[in-house]
């Protein structure tokens, strides 16, 4: 590289940093404003649970004394809007709000049905199933349906209503003959709750519904990301975007060509500055002091110290070591390692003497 193609990449290098600042400085002013990625379900890690968040949510708005306490306006909501799939009709009539009884994981001689929804007089049956990543059982709906047939009430076939709830409203895999109706996250439920916000008054309502709104989105990869899966926040996007552009593309490739590099660098002035500290350290004094490296696919360092004489079981040893569990995920194993016998003085330290590995993303 010239002097003057050098001088050329950092103009290029301040003017991108200063742009990208600016990008970010607008997204922590809309974040401080509006919190836009906040969001208790992702927070809490239970956007993926079937029953326990799904079913559970979805239950309790459907719940004429559910905690939302806005009576049955929500589960006529839900009525109309399946009627609308489902092209049915009548079955959105006014009742009362005691004629309903809504269940969740109700076990039957047929199974465990996610969500029941029945009514004390109105003629009407609906049994749920809710599907958001579990495979389909063998049989499942069938035997849904068998138990549905049994009930006396309602005496029409026509009012046992078998709903097969998905993100996108696909198919059952093995329902062949069987009757029932298709409903998706993505457009019925969404729908659903958007309607019951211009009618649900109390604001924590309103955020949960929100909240639980946003968390479809996500699941339903309509906000960006691939389906079950986070998406970047917003100004990480912004980033890519920007780098996109042609003005900008090269120079940002020129960086990430060096950017391992860069990272090597520091990892090793990291060890270098340990290993000074310690040998200017009066406690060890006279010892001898190494780094070592181990250099491939994974990258493993550690620093070893230990006297060049007299206190031979005294030893040190800091470790880190990288270590592949799939594919796409590594782990770091690390510790520090002391007083231990002579026999491992130049070896490396026992993985088992080690403490247990950070979990990786998606671990219990």
């Known amino acids: 590289m010239t002097s003057a193609e050098l001088d050329e990449f950092r103009v290029g290098f301040a003017k991108l940093r200063g742009e990208l600042e600016e990008r970010r400085k607008q997204y922590r002013e809309r974040d401080m404003a509006e919190a836009p990625r906040f969001n208790l379900f992702r927070l809490l890690g239970v956007e993926h649970v079937e029953v326990g968040t799904h079913s559970a949510f979805i239950a309790d708005l459907l719940d004429p004394e559910g905690l939302h306490g806005q009576g049955d306006v929500l589960l006529e909501l839900f009525l109309s809007q399946v009627a609308r799939t489902a092209g049915l009709s009548g079955i959105a009539d006014s009742t009362r709000v005691t004629d309903w009884v809504v269940s969740t994981e109700k076990w039957t001689s047929q199974g465990i049905l996610d969500i029941v929804v029945r009514s004390r007089t109105k003629p009407l049956l609906l049994v749920i199933e809710n599907k958001i990543h579990a495979a389909d059982q063998k049989n499942q709906l069938e035997r849904y349906r068998s138990w549905m047939s049994d009930q006396d009430q309602p005496s029409d076939p026509g009012h046992k209503l078998l709903l097969y709830l998905t993100l996108d409203g696909r198919d059952c895999e093995d329902a062949e003959g069987i009757r029932y109706h298709r409903l998706s996250y993505e457009k019925d439920i969404a729908n659903w709750l958007h309607r019951s916000l211009s009618v649900v008054k109390p604001e ?155 979990p990786g993303p998606g671990d219990e």
């Open 204 to 358: 924590p309502v309103r955020q949960a519904i929100i909240q639980y709104c946003k968390t479809i989105l996500n699941l339903c990869g309509r906000d960006g990301s691939e389906r079950g899966h986070m998406s970047m926040p917003d100004w990480k996007s912004e980033i890519m975007n920007f780098l996109e552009q042609p003005d900008n593309l090269a120079l940002a490739l020129e960086i990430s060509d060096r950017t391992e590099e860069l990272k090597d660098r520091l990892i090793e002035n990291f060890w270098k500055q340990l290993k000074d500290c310690i040998q200017h350290d009066d406690r060890a004094n006279g010892w001898d002091v190494r780094i070592r490296f181990e250099s491939g696919k994974l990258k493993n360092w550690a620093l070893d110290a230990f006297p060049v004489c007299g206190m031979k079981e005294k030893y040190l040893s800091v470790t880190v070591i990288e270590e592949k569990v799939t594919e796409d995920q590594k782990i770091l194993s690390y510790g520090i390692l002391c007083w231990c016998p002579e026999k491992q003085r130049l070896g490396k330290p026992r993985k088992e003497d080690l403490p247990a590995p950070l």
